[in-house]
């Protein structure tokens, strides 16, 4: 069934908002950190997990709040109302948290913050609450239409991450009276986007598509963003043939890109369709479309044979060449990918950098699989280097793996313990830097000498 914008029940906040005279405009917003928990909150969250008295509770929040910084408790907060937070049971939290974080001297009112508050709110059942955070934002941005619009833009992928159908329909129906009622074409355009990206974000890429249609008979040409969404939406669901017939039009405005094709080759990878992926990854190399990390991230995640020889402890180990790794794929769709992937060398190129003080590879933003390739590739790249006499041998060879910071089991790095199991097993001259634990190190001359053994 096709939703229709003009045929919404309008949700039970709006009658308040309606009557709501104009207020003063809001201060401006902060930067939300990401939702990866620090050592110190790490430690809040387990005091709050075993206090049972409300009371000591609220102290405990108070207490955390007022020593430390902005970042921390910013950063805490962000924690709890993930919807993919480690500590779900302290959720019901996240209200009292804000509550005493809005108090600081340092705390912007921040609508992406509100919004997030309002979806855990909804989902745990406290409608009241919620609402009245509507409300309240309402009473701030009034006036300001274009930043109102953008609240309930966040309000709509809020509730898309929580898939909540009830907050979902409560926002299309405000959204879709921007459509109808602004004379703001800005406001207009912002009011599709998010309901289109809702919409594939709630499994209904079909309903976008029939939006996107209604939006160039108003006059509005649909962006790139909308095009991914509704290309993302019928490929997580697997529907291909509608996801290449998207992508078709998409061509036809000449606006297929890396982003788009990483997004189609995601699509293809977690249906397990490794054939697709060769075939598209073939398509992006001869229209001159760039592979990034995010490409080898999407395409090596989904090649089961590759992951399961870096993480199988009780084999001899994973090849350490790429000759090697051919060899142990013969036969298998995997190797093609590998192929294709080694034949575009713009990635390695990206993470490189060469210089006569120091060589760095930076292996940051890459999962276990590409992190892997790239090393190899990286040891092939240095070896011809070397051999070739046209580079200068830099002082300092440096990689740089990571100490594990951003891993989702702290403390530990999967791409460190892979580095360090190849450099040994490779004999290679590399060391863990003891000045950045994050990092192997290794003279300039030394690993040229290993290198051409």
């Known amino acids: 069934m096709i939703v229709s914008l003009h045929d919404c029940t309008p949700p039970p906040w709006t009658h308040r908002i309606r009557r709501l005279q104009h207020q003063d405009p809001p201060p401006s917003s902060c930067q939300i950190p990401s939702a990866s928990l620090t050592k110190q909150g790490e430690r809040f969250l387990f005091s709050l997990a075993v206090t049972r008295d409300p009371k000591s509770t609220s102290r405990l929040i108070s207490k955390f709040v007022s020593s430390s910084t902005q970042h921390m408790s910013l950063n805490t907060l962000s924690h709890l109302l993930s919807p993919h937070t480690t500590h779900p049971h302290l959720s019901s939290l996240a209200l009292p948290l804000y509550s005493r974080i809005s108090k600081e001297s340092w705390f912007q009112w921040n609508p992406k913050l509100v919004a997030e508050l309002v979806a855990l709110l909804d989902k745990r059942g406290r409608h009241e609450e919620a609402e009245a955070l509507i409300f309240e934002t309402f009473s701030k941005l009034e006036s300001r239409e274009r930043e109102l619009v953008l609240f309930y833009g966040n309000l709509m992928d809020a509730f898309c991450k929580h898939n909540s159908k009830r907050g979902f329909d409560d926002v299309f129906y405000r959204l879709s009276e921007f459509m109808s009622s602004s004379s703001s074409v800005y406001v207009k355009r912002q009011a599709y986007k998010s309901i289109v990206s809702g ?8 309903e976008a598509e029939k939006l996107m249609e209604e939006m160039i008979v108003q006059g509005f040409e649909p962006s790139s963003f909308e095009f991914r969404s509704v290309v993302f939406g019928y490929g997580r669901l697997g529907f291909f043939e509608d996801m290449e017939r998207c992508v078709d039009k998409m061509e036809s405005e000449e606006v297929v890109d890396t982003v788009c094709s990483n997004m189609v080759l995601s699509c293809y990878g977690d249906h397990n369709e490794v054939s697709r992926m060769v075939l598209w990854l073939k398509k992006m190399t001869g229209s001159g479309i760039p592979f990034s990390i995010r490409t080898y991230n999407s395409v090596l995640n989904s090649c089961s044979s590759i992951m399961s020889l870096l993480r199988d402890t009780n084999s001899d180990g994973f090849p350490v060449s790429i000759g090697g790794l051919k060899e142990s794929l013969s036969g298998d769709d995997e190797l093609v990918v590998v192929e294709e992937l080694v034949e575009e060398s713009s990635v390695l190129d990206e993470a490189l950098e060469w210089g006569s003080g120091e060589a760095k590879l930076d292996l940051h933003g890459m999962h276990l699989g590409s992190a892997y390739l790239v090393m190899l590739q990286w040891m092939e790249e240095m070896r011809c280097r070397f051999s070739d006499g046209k580079s200068p041998i830099p002082t300092e060879i440096t990689v740089v793996c990571g100490s594990g910071k951003h891993s989702s089991v702290r403390g530990e790095s ?17 060391r863990i830097d003891r000045k950045n634990t994050g990092c192997f190190v290794a003279k300039g001359h030394v690993v040229r000498d290993w290198l051409s053994r």
């Open 199 to 206: 919409l594939c974000e709630m499994g209904r890429p079909e």
């Open 414 to 430: 999967p791409v460190k313990a892979m580095v360090k199991k190849m450099m040994i097993r490779t004999q290679s001259p590399l």
